[in-house]
């Protein structure tokens, strides 16, 4: 059985009015920023149980395993906390080299310029290959 004192650091994150917190993963090897997702107070702990990434998501209303479709996990190596406390930084690394649904290496690939967005990061793998396991 787990003590409640075991699991007073989860309360020290201020989380959202819906219990939430923002989620960045960034490459523990190369820093990039791949993605930013949501977190709740059992994410977390999952999270931190299970040695890879677990969200919640807002569009599904449930719990989310990084990879559970795909096979793209993310193994999380460091979890750091802001100095606000209301924002994660999860340091990982990316299997498969994918963080997006797209098939790209981050879901940072579009750039703002003078005409708009324009995508600056090519595709690794049709999402159809990905997804129609």
Known sequence: MVQVDELEWLE?????ADGLAPAIA???SSGRVLTLAWMNREALQLTCAEGR???WSRSRGRLWRKGEQSGHVQEVR???LDCDRDALLLLVDQ???IACHTGRESCFYL????AGWE???PVIKD???IYDK
Request: glycine content about 8%; aromatic content about 12%.
């Open 12 to 16: 020290q994150v201020n989380w959202n």
């Open 78 to 80: 460091e979890i750091r």
């Open 127 to 129: 999402p159809a290959e």
């Open 111 to 114: 750039r703002k310029t003078a």
């Open 119 to 121: 995508e600056a990061d």
């Open 95 to 97: 299997r498969g080299g």
């Open 53 to 55: 990434a677990v969200y």
């Open 26 to 28: 960034q490459d523990y």
